[in-house]
């Protein structure tokens, strides 16, 4: 990072071009009319966000927080698709960003602009206010900031704080190049017509919203105490039941393919292709003898930094040698495998014999026991001739240094009972003598013909002649052996990186491998089935289960869903609460997720046409996470899905209208779906909504249309008791069952009936008058009550006490005839 700032240290404020932009002619004229795009970017900690600027339509698009892996290829795909013409990144940057830029530099066919700015350019709060002061030409200039904000809401996704930071500094950017309003006032600012969702071509795009929701992802503390601030763990989801990698990097790579859901459809009969054959149970033997290879494969790009940094520890080597040796007996076994597979053919074509030459270089050189044991890297036998004379003259030098000992002993002073001659790394041989009573201070410790070196634990230790001679006849062994070994790890070191190229492909392929067979085992367990994929604009799912309820209840009822070209596009469902209309919903979605990444499906049979995108209008946050009501959250969510949505899309709208007046919902709702039916078939997106407003129905609000289709979720009432059969319907449900409901969730029988009475009263336009007043009777004695007692109060007695009269006895009778009225 230090080259690359050193570059623009001389520029204020904003740097000039590092790479120079593309195409340029010398005409700057010419350079100034023509169409720019301006991407802004971050990477931090795993994730990727970025935002950009097409001047050619006055757009901003953003990419959420998405996670992104250390060669940043998810940023490499979108920069190529869009070919940003200025990119603007912060000045503290992580390593990756700067090794990409340096890279994306060094390519001749593409130089675009790079732009640094100051990380505090790049806060949450100066992006926000930045929007907040952005030219909205579709916005009246009078508009409340409360209001602009709540509709920037709908606009722009405020959960992704990586990303409205890159916000920030590409809105700074553009005021300051002045994008597109060159020769106007300084005060008119860049304008910004449109806010659009980018998603990279051929991925389904799906929002963090409908990731929870559907319950794809789940995160949840440890329930040990000993783990609660170690992380969280994953809890019952989709991916949760799904991952059954047995490699960590293989449940990395699932976990990016529930990110990024695909519609390209040879990738996706790829995966299938894969899952049909370890779901065969005659292949059940393969599949075990793979994941148990599979279990030793360690972080390989973690392991080669190590090594190009030279700082590989005993451990790593190990580690090492089992990934490469479990790739080999891995590609061995697939060999035998059809090769008609394509990903069996690729392990078995690209995994090369260097993989192999690796592994005997390694099991040849490296002494695991010794390495680990030492904690540094040590070598076996015959590997190196001059390190074995080494290692033998020093496994020689206990007895040796014995009969040394023994003879400086005889020329010592009686009084000394015993010596030893000892070995010390870089200082060299010593003479050791226990320290005698007598020797008290350091002038004591003075002996005839010996150099006293130092104290330790009640021993004095000496050179002597002999032991100087040891030096100049023996010298540093230890050193001298681990400085050849080292030498040798060296040499090992950079043969295993001239052919790293090998480990990163057999790192994606066993990763690829490791994802379907755990697909697969959980279609075994759970008995899935392989859906039909198609570019067709259809869904068709056959009694579809949802796939974690199922787990959770003893009785699970399948429900089918079609929705074709042209008829039953939208489907409006109407029922009771607590009759599975959400769980019908939600079990739609997921079955078109898992179709989405390649595995198969909780159905008995399914068509399914590969959607753009799946949008949810579902309670998922709480209202005071962003600080709005949950109604103005209905309005932004249900915004993004009319916005955003094709009619390639799926969208999910549940109990739309709850925290508002039942008109304002039910009249939003009608011009919502109205607005879909009234389109072209080709534009209308598969639409499911659960609704508890009946009129909407009953009312005639929504146009007569073959894209049209009304269900309910089937119940039967048995005497007072409600139940609920979970299946569905056409249909509209003519009654919400309210007091029902209300008994089954426990309600006292007293609070309910009078509930009904309430209702029936409303409907029919009668009065309703409270049952807890007392009755006219009742009330007119308690009046005659009071007044007696004033007719009685003698008020020329000069014992009364006016006081009390009126605390003790009149105001109590006073307020609980107040209390009636």
């Given at each position: 990072?230090?080259?690359?700032?050193?570059?623009?240290?001389?520029?204020?404020?904003?740097?000039?071009?590092?790479?120079?932009?593309?195409?340029?002619?010398?005409?700057?004229?010419?350079?100034?009319?023509?169409?720019?795009?301006?991407?802004?970017?971050?990477?931090?900690?795993?994730?990727?966000?970025?935002?950009?600027?097409?001047?050619?339509?006055?757009?901003?698009?953003?990419?959420?927080?998405?996670?992104?892996?250390?060669?940043?290829?998810?940023?490499?795909r979108v920069i190529q698709e869009v070919s940003p013409h200025v990119i603007i990144t912060s000045a503290k940057q992580e390593r990756c960003m700067t090794r990409f830029l340096q890279q994306l530099g060094a390519n001749p066919d593409y130089k675009p602009e790079v732009v640094i700015y100051p990380f505090v350019d790049f806060g949450v709060e100066v992006g926000k206010q930045r929007l907040l002061s952005a030219n909205l030409p579709f916005l009246p200039a009078?508009?409340?900031?409360?209001?602009?904000?709540?509709?920037?809401?709908?606009?722009?996704?405020?959960?992704?704080?990586?990303?409205?930071?890159?916000?920030?500094?590409?809105?700074?950017?553009?005021?300051?190049?002045?994008?597109?309003?060159?020769?106007?006032?300084?005060?008119?600012?860049?304008?910004?017509?449109?806010?659009?969702?980018?998603?990279?071509k051929g991925v389904v795009c799906i929002d963090l919203d409908t990731y929870s929701v559907l319950q794809i992802f789940k995160s949840e503390l440890h329930p040990s105490v000993y783990k609660l601030h170690s992380g969280e763990k994953e809890g019952l989801s989709l991916y949760g039941i799904l991952n059954r990698?047995?490699?960590?990097?293989?449940?990395?790579?699932?976990?990016?393919?529930?990110l990024r859901p695909t519609q390209d459809l040879a990738v996706?009969?790829?995966?299938?292709?894969?899952?049909?054959?370890?779901?065969?149970?005659?292949?059940?033997?393969?599949?075990?003898?793979?994941?148990?290879s599979l279990r030793n494969i360690s972080n390989i790009p973690t392991l080669l930094r190590r090594m190009s940094l030279s700082h590989t520890k005993a451990t790593d080597w190990q580690s090492l040698y089992k990934t490469v040796y479990s790739v080999v007996c891995i590609r061995d076994t697939v060999r035998h495998l059809p090769q008609s597979i394509q990903l069996f053919h690729d392990i078995s074509e690209g995994f090369s014999d260097d993989l192999q030459y690796i592994a005997s270089l390694?099991?040849?050189?490296?002494?695991?026991?010794?390495?680990?044991?030492e904690n540094r890297f040590t070598i076996k036998p015959n590997v190196d001739p001059a390190i074995d004379e080494k290692k033998r003259r020093m496994m020689g030098l206990s007895d040796f240094l014995t009969d040394v000992a023994r003879r400086e002993l005889e020329h010592l002073d009686t009084r000394i009972p015993s010596c030893c001659v000892i070995y010390i790394p870089l200082i060299g041989f010593l003479l050791s003598v226990p320290r005698l009573p007598s020797m008290v201070e350091k002038e004591d410790f003075e002996i005839e013909g010996l150099e006293f070196m130092f104290l330790s634990e009640d021993r004095l230790h000496y050179r002597s002649q002999r032991t100087k001679e040891l030096d100049d006849l023996l010298g540093d062994l230890h050193c001298d052996i681990r400085d050849m070994e080292t030498a040798v790890m060296t040499q090992l070191q950079n043969t295993i990186l001239e052919k790293s190229t090998a480990?990163?492909?057999?790192?994606?392929?066993?990763?690829?491998?490791?994802?379907?067979?755990?697909?697969?085992?959980?279609?075994?367990?759970?008995?899935?089935?392989?859906?039909?994929?198609?570019?067709?604009?259809?869904?068709?799912?056959?009694?579809g289960r949802h796939p974690l309820l199922e787990l959770c209840s003893p009785v699970f009822v399948a429900n089918s869903f079609q929705s074709c070209e042209s008829e039953g596009r939208v489907k409006v469902i109407t029922g009771p609460n607590s009759s599975g209309k959400s769980i019908y919903l939600k079990q739609v979605g997921l079955i078109v997720f898992m179709a989405l990444i390649g595995s198969d499906v909780p159905v008995k049979e399914a068509e399914i046409g590969l959607v753009d995108g799946i949008f949810t209008r579902m309670q998922s946050r709480e209202s005071v996470s962003v600080g709005l009501s949950t109604f103005i959250i209905d309005l932004n969510q249900m915004a993004q899905a009319l916005n955003s949505s094709t009619g390639n899309s799926l969208v999910l709208i549940d109990e739309f209208g709850k925290g508002t007046n039942t008109v304002d919902g039910l009249s939003l709702l009608a011009a919502s779906i109205s607005h879909w039916l009234k389109k072209a078939p080709v534009d209308v997106p598969h639409?499911?909504?659960?609704?508890?407003?009946?009129?909407?129905?009953?009312?005639?609000?929504?146009?007569?249309?073959?894209?049209?289709?009304?269900?309910?979720?089937?119940?039967?009432?048995?005497?007072?008791?409600?139940?609920?059969?979970?299946?569905?319907?056409?249909?509209?449900?003519?009654?919400?069952?309210?007091?029902?409901?209300?008994?089954?969730?426990?309600?006292?029988?007293?609070?309910?009936?009078?509930?009904?009475?309430?209702?029936e009263l409303y409907r029919t336009g009668r009065p309703i008058k409270r049952i807890d007043r007392a009755s006219s009777d009742e009330q007119a004695n308690r009046c005659r009550s009071v007044v007696e007692k004033f007719l009685c109060l003698d008020l020329e007695d000069k014992d009364l006490d006016l006081q009390y009269f009126m605390k003790q006895e009149l105001l109590p009778s006073a307020g609980e005839l107040l209390n009636c009225s």
């Open positions: 990072m230090q080259k690359v700032m050193a570059a623009l240290q001389s520029l204020r404020g904003e740097a000039g071009p590092v790479f120079g932009p593309i195409g340029l002619n010398g005409d700057e004229e010419e350079e100034e009319v023509s169409p720019a795009v301006l991407m802004s970017v971050l990477a931090q900690h795993g994730q990727v966000a970025l935002c950009f600027y097409d001047s050619s339509n006055s757009s901003l698009h953003y990419m959420k927080d998405t996670p992104d892996n250390s060669e940043l290829h998810l940023l490499a009078s508009t409340p900031k409360k209001d602009k904000m709540s509709y920037l809401f709908s606009c722009i996704p405020f959960d992704s704080p990586l990303m409205l930071r890159a916000v920030g500094a590409l809105l700074k950017c553009l005021d300051r190049r002045r994008v597109g309003v060159e020769l106007e006032d300084s005060s008119v600012g860049v304008p910004i017509l449109q806010f659009h969702a980018y998603t990279l990698c047995r490699s960590k990097f293989g449940s990395k790579v699932l976990r990016e393919w529930f996706l009969h790829r995966r299938q292709e894969v899952i049909r054959f370890f779901t065969s149970p005659q292949n059940s033997d393969v599949l075990s003898t793979l994941q148990s390694i099991s040849r050189v490296v002494d695991f026991e010794s390495s680990i044991a480990l990163y492909k057999v790192l994606d392929l066993t990763a690829e491998l490791d994802c379907l067979m755990a697909l697969s085992s959980a279609s075994q367990e759970y008995g899935y089935t392989s859906p039909k994929l198609s570019n067709q604009r259809r869904i068709t799912i056959v009694q639409v499911l909504l659960a609704t508890n407003f009946h009129s909407l129905l009953q009312l005639g609000l929504l146009p007569s249309s073959s894209l049209l289709s009304v269900l309910t979720l089937e119940t039967a009432v048995d005497g007072d008791e409600l139940v609920f059969l979970y299946q569905l319907k056409e249909g509209i449900c003519q009654c919400s069952y309210a007091a029902n409901i209300a008994t089954l969730a426990g309600l006292p029988a007293s609070l309910v009936q009078r509930g009904v009475e309430v209702s």
